[in-house]
C-alpha cells in the first residue's frame, strides 16, 4: 500500500490486464471484441449494426478541395509570380522596353488585373500601408543602402542635404499656401478644407519617391552626379516627410496650436533623422561584430545582413523615427567589415538576394498601385486636381532654379542649366506618396478620398510623362551619361595619392575642410574600429592589398565564368585562406606599422600594374585621344630601322650630319660613301662642290674596302682622262621625305649662319689623325 499509486500507474500501463488486488478497477480484457472498443477506426460498424438503423456509408474522399486553408499564401505566391512573368516579358520584347519605362508597363497590368477581378464580382485587394512600410519597402532602400556608392554621395552630401530639406520644405509649404487659397476660392465643394489639411497634403505630395527614382533612372544611365543628387535626395527626404507628415496630423487634432508646439516639431525633425542615422548605426556595428565570429559556419552569414539591417528598419519604426534613413545607415556601415569577414560565396549570395528581393518588391508595388487606382473609392475634383499637378511642377521648377542657384556659389563642378532640367524633370512621386494619403483618418480627414484621387492623377504624370519622356530628353540635350568602367590598381594607387596631396594640402593652409575631416575618419577606423570588427589579420592589410585581392578575385571569377579558366595567373591569391583558417599571431610579438611581406607585395602589385613610360608616350591628336591599336608595332619597327640606321653608320665610319637644302661637302662625301650608284658623274661642274678623294689619305682605304668601289668609274666602265684630273663629281640630291628613313634625322634651322657653322664643325671621319688629316679641298682653290 505504500506504493499502491505509482505501482498503480505502472501496472495500468501493462498491457497484460493482470488483477493483483480485488479493489483496482480491472484492466479491459484482451478479447477482439473487446480490443475494438479502443480503436474507434473499427467500431463504425460494430455501432451501426448494434443501433438498429442502416446509416449511409461515404465514400473514401480520393481528392478534395480547401482553398481556404491555403488561400493567402497561394494569392501572395500568385501575385510574385505575376510580377515575375511581367517583368521577364517586359525585357523579353525590346521594342517595348526601349519606349516605354517598366515602371508605366506594370501599373497598366495593374489596372488590367484590377479591372479583370472587379469585372468578375471579386473585391480587388488594395496596397495596404501597413504592407506597404513593413514588408515591399525596406528590401529596396536596403537593396540602395547596402550597394550605395559612398565616395560620390559623400562628395556630393552638402548638395543632397540642401535639396532634400530645403527643397522639400519649400514643395511642402509653397503647395500647401496655395492649395490653400485654391480651395478658399473654389467654391462651396472646397471651402471646408483648412490650412492644416493643405500643409499635410503638401508635405504629403511633395516628396520625391526613391522606387520610382530607381525605376526610370536606372534604365536611361544618366551619368554618376545626376544620379546621386535626385536618388540621394529621394533617400534622405524621409525624415522631412516623416516629421511633417506626423506633425501636421497631431495638430489637426489640437484645438489650438501654440508657438511651444511649433519649436517641438521644429526639434523633432533632428530627433527624427539623428536618431534614425543613430539606430542603423549601432545596428551596423553589432552585425559587423557578429560577422567577425562566423569564420566555422558560413550558411548564415548573409541571413545576420538581412536580420539586423530589418531590426534597425522596425526599430526606427518603432519609436516614430526614420526608418528609411536607418537602413541606409545600417547598410553603409557594415557593409567594409562584414565583407572583409564572411566568405565570398555569402558575398555572392548577399548580392544576389538583395536584388532579387528588391526588383520583385518595386515589381508588385507598381502591380498593386494600378491596382488599388481601380478598387479605391475616388472623388474627382477639377479645380484641386489639375491645381494640385500645376502647382506640383510650378514648386519644382522654382525649388531647383532657386537652390541650384545658391548651391553654385560653393560647388567646384558647377551645375549646369541642363543638370538643372534634369534634377527638376526627374522628381518623380510614387507609392510612398499614395501609402501616406492611404493611412490618413476619415475621422480629421473627411476630404481623403479627394486627396487620394490628386495623389494617384500626380503619380500618374510624373511615372508616365516625365518617365517616358526624360529618355528622348536627355538624348536631346546631349546630357553625359554614365560610362562602364572597371576600377584598377593604376586608379585606385592615383585616387589614395590625390586625397593624400589634398588632405596636406589643407593642413598647410590651416583650413579644416572635407578632406581633412575624412582622413581624420580614415585613421581612426584603421586605429581601432577595424581591430575590433575584422577578425585576423585583415584588420592590419594596407587598403592597396585588400584592393588588389578584390580586384585579383573578381578577375578569376570572370575568366571562369567565361570559359577563360587558362587565362588565370599563376599568383594565387591569398584571400580565401585569410577568411577560412585566420592566423594568430604571437601577443609576445611586436609587429612593425607595415611587415616586409606585405611591403613586398605592394611593390609587386606596383610593378606588374602600373603602366610602363613607353607605354605612356602615346601619340598626341587634338581631335581625338583614340589609341591606334597599331601604334606600339608601328614604335617598335622605327626603333629596329634607327638601330639599323646607326649600326651601318659605324660601319661606314660617319657620323650622322644633319641634312639641309643645299649639302655641305662632308655631308656629300658621305652620302656618296653610303650609295656611290645613286650619284652619276656630272658633265658641268661650274656651280656645284666637287670633292677629291686621294687615296693616299688615312680614310679612304677603309672606305673603298667596305663598299668594294671600283676606282674611277661606275657601272664597270672606263674613267675618263677628265675625271682622273677632277676626281669625282657629285650632283646635289633632293632631300628626302618625311617617309623615308631620314625621318630619324634632326632637323636644323634654314638660316645660312646655322648651315656655316654646323659645315665648319662637321667632322670628316671618326678617328682623324692630327698630324696626317688633311682637309678636303675643292679643286680650283
Known amino acids: 500500500r505504500r506504493h499502491g499509486p505509482s505501482g498503480e500507474q505502472s501496472r495500468a500501463h501493462r498491457p497484460t490486464g493482470l488483477q493483483e488486488s480485488g479493489h483496482r478497477t480491472p484492466c479491459p480484457p484482451t478479447s477482439p471484441a473487446h480490443r475494438g472498443q479502443i480503436h474507434p477506426l473499427k467500431e463504425q460498424p460494430a455501432n451501426g449494426s448494434g443501433e438498429g438503423h442502416a446509416k449511409h456509408r461515404k465514400a473514401f474522399p480520393v481528392i478534395g478541395i480547401d482553398y481556404t486553408h491555403v488561400r493567402i499564401p497561394f494569392e501572395i505566391s500568385l501575385w510574385i509570380l505575376l510580377a515575375c512573368l511581367m517583368k521577364l516579358g517586359f525585357h523579353v520584347i525590346p521594342s517595348v522596353s526601349s519606349i516605354v519605362p517598366e515602371s508605366c508597363l506594370l501599373i497598366v497590368v495593374g489596372l488590367l488585373v484590377g479591372g479583370l477581378i472587379k469585372g468578375v464580382g471579386e473585391k480587388p485587394p488594395i496596397l495596404k500601408s501597413d504592407i506597404f512600410f513593413l514588408f515591399l519597402l525596406p528590401p529596396i532602400i536596403l537593396d540602395a543602402g547596402y550597394f550605395l556608392p559612398l565616395r560620390p554621395f559623400t562628395e556630393n552630401l552638402g548638395t543632397i542635404l540642401i535639396f532634400a530639406v530645403v527643397g522639400t520644405l519649400w514643395n511642402a509649404f509653397f503647395l500647401g499656401g496655395l492649395m490653400y487659397a485654391v480651395c478658399q476660392l473654389g467654391g462651396p465643394g472646397l471651402n471646408h478644407i483648412g490650412l492644416l489639411a493643405n500643409l499635410l497634403f503638401g508635405s504629403i505630395i511633395s516628396a520625391v519617391d526613391p522606387v520610382a527614382v530607381l525605376a526610370v533612372f536606372e534604365e536611361i544611365h544618366i551619368n554618376e552626379l545626376l544620379h546621386i543628387l535626385v536618388f540621394g535626395e529621394s533617400l534622405l527626404n524621409d525624415a522631412v516627410t516623416v516629421v511633417l507628415y506626423h506633425l501636421f496630423e497631431e495638430f489637426a487634432s489640437f484645438e489650438q496650436v501654440t508657438i511651444l508646439d511649433i519649436i517641438l516639431g521644429f526639434l523633432s525633425f533632428f530627433v527624427v533623422s539623428l536618431g534614425g542615422v543613430l539606430v542603423g548605426v549601432i545596428y551596423g556595428v553589432i552585425a559587423a561584430f557578429t560577422s567577425r565570429f562566423t569564420s566555422h559556419i558560413r550558411v548564415i552569414e548573409p541571413l545576420f545582413v538581412f536580420l539586423y539591417s530589418y531590426m534597425a528598419y522596425l526599430s526606427a519604426e518603432l519609436f516614430h523615427l526614420s ?53 479605391g473609392h475616388h472623388y474627382w475634383n477639377w479645380t484641386f486636381v489639375i491645381s494640385t499637378l500645376f502647382f506640383c511642377l510650378i514648386a519644382r521648377v522654382l525649388g531647383v532654379l532657386v537652390l541650384t542657384w545658391f548651391i553654385n556659389k560653393f560647388r567646384i563642378v558647377k551645375l549646369t542649366p541642363k543638370d538643372q532640367f534634369i534634377i527638376a524633370y ?98 581612426f577606423n584603421k586605429k581601432y574600429v577595424k581591430k575590433c570588427l575584422i577578425a585576423g589579420e585583415r584588420s592590419k592589410e594596407p587598403q592597396l592589398i585588400a584592393f588588389y585581392h578584390k580586384m585579383e578575385m573578381k578577375q578569376a571569377i570572370e575568366l571562369v565564368e567565361s570559359g577563360g579558366i587558362g587565362k588565370i595567373p599563376s599568383a594565387v591569391s591569398t584571400v580565401s585562406i585569410q577568411n577560412i583558417n585566420p592566423q594568430t599571431l604571437p601577443l609576445e610579438r611586436v609587429l612593425p606599422a607595415l611587415s616586409k611581406d606585405k611591403e613586398e607585395e605592394i611593390r609587386k602589385i606596383l610593378r606588374t600594374n602600373l603602366q610602363k613610360t613607353r607605354q605612356r608616350l602615346r601619340s598626341y591628336n587634338r581631335h581625338t585621344l583614340v589609341a591606334d591599336p597599331y601604334e606600339e608595332a608601328w614604335n617598335q619597327m622605327l626603333l629596329r630601322r634607327q638601330k639599323a640606321r646607326q649600326l651601318e653608320q659605324k660601319m661606314n665610319n660617319y657620323l650622322t650630319v644633319p641634312a639641309h637644302k643645299v649639302d655641305s661637302p662632308t655631308m656629300s662625301r658621305a652620302r656618296i660613301g653610303s650609295d656611290p650608284l645613286a650619284y652619276e658623274p656630272k658633265e658641268d661642274s661650274e656651280n656645284l662642290p666637287i670633292i677629291t678623294i686621294d687615296p693616299a689619305s688615312p680614310q679612304s682605304p677603309e672606305s673603298v674596302d667596305l663598299m668594294s668601289e671600283e676606282p674611277k668609274g661606275c657601272g664597270g666602265l672606263p674613267p675618263s682622262p677628265e675625271e682622273d684630273e677632277e676626281g669625282l663629281v657629285m650632283r646635289v640630291k633632293e632631300p628626302s621625305s618625311p617617309g623615308t628613313d631620314d625621318v630619324f634625322t634632326p632637323g636644323t634651322s634654314d638660316s645660312p649662319s646655322n648651315q656655316r657653322m654646323l659645315r665648319c664643325l662637321s667632322d670628316p671621319g671618326p678617328r682623324p689623325e692630327p698630324e696626317e688629316g688633311e682637309p678636303f679641298i675643292p679643286k680650283g682653290q
Open 426 to 523: 526627374g522628381g518623380l512621386r510614387g507609392a510612398i506618396a499614395f501609402s501616406l494619403g492611404y493611412l490618413l483618418d476619415y475621422k480629421h480627414f473627411g476630404m481623403r478620398d479627394m486627396f487620394l484621387t490628386a495623389i494617384i492623377t500626380v503619380i500618374f504624370f510624373t511615372v508616365f510623362v516625365q518617365g517616358m519622356t526624360i529618355r528622348p530628353l536627355v538624348d536631346l540635350l546631349a546630357v553625359k551619361k554614365k560610362q562602364e568602367t572597371k576600377r584598377s590598381i593604376n586608379e585606385e594607387i592615383h585616387t589614395q595619392f590625390l586625397d593624400h596631396l589634398l588632405t596636406g594640402i589643407e593642413d598647410i593652409c590651416g583650413h579644416y575642410g572635407h578632406h581633412h575631416w575624412k582622413d581624420k575618419l580614415n585613421r
Open 323 to 375: 526608418g528609411i534613413m536607418a537602413l541606409i545607415a545600417a547598410g553603409v556601415v557594415m557593409r567594409p567589415y562584414v565583407e572583409a569577414n564572411i566568405s565570398h560565396k555569402s558575398h555572392t549570395t548577399i548580392k544576389y538576394f538583395l536584388k532579387m528581393w528588391s526588383s520583385v518588391s518595386e515589381t508588385l508595388i507598381f502591380i498593386f498601385l494600378g491596382v488599388s487606382t481601380v478598387a
